[in-house]
């Protein structure tokens, strides 16, 4: 299986903004920002839709909400929206899963 972006960018071979990373993820700031905050939570483990969890994954799952309340507190953000889009007919183009952390959006 070909690494996904997502995957070259924790291997170091592509470079990306990180504002922050811990053992199970990695939060980039996206390169097309929809919004002043447009950050990407990205679980370590490559899993490719949100329909591929299984039950080992709910523990990570509930981690990237955690990292998603982290991020919040740390920006100082009064609200935010979670977004993850699943599969082709979702609108996902990369399929490692990831969540877009948004806040902040333009008029």
């Known amino acids: 299986m070909e690494k996904s972006i997502f995957t070259k960018i924790m291997d170091g071979e592509i470079p990306a903004r990180i504002e922050y990373e811990d053992e199970h993820v990695i939060v980039i700031h996206d390169i097309a920002p929809k919004a002043r905050v447009h950050l990407l939570i990205i679980p370590r483990k490559p899993i490719p839709t ?11 799952i509930g981690h990237i909400h955690h990292v998603a309340q982290l991020l919040a507190k740390k920006l100082e953000l009064p609200g935010f929206r979670l977004i993850n889009n ?16 948004l806040s902040g959006f333009y008029e």
């Open 86 to 101: 699943c599969g082709k007919e979702g609108g996902q183009e990369v399929f490692h899963i990831h969540y877009h952390f």
């Open 50 to 60: 949100l329909m591929d969890v299984s039950a080992e994954d709910l523990p990570l």
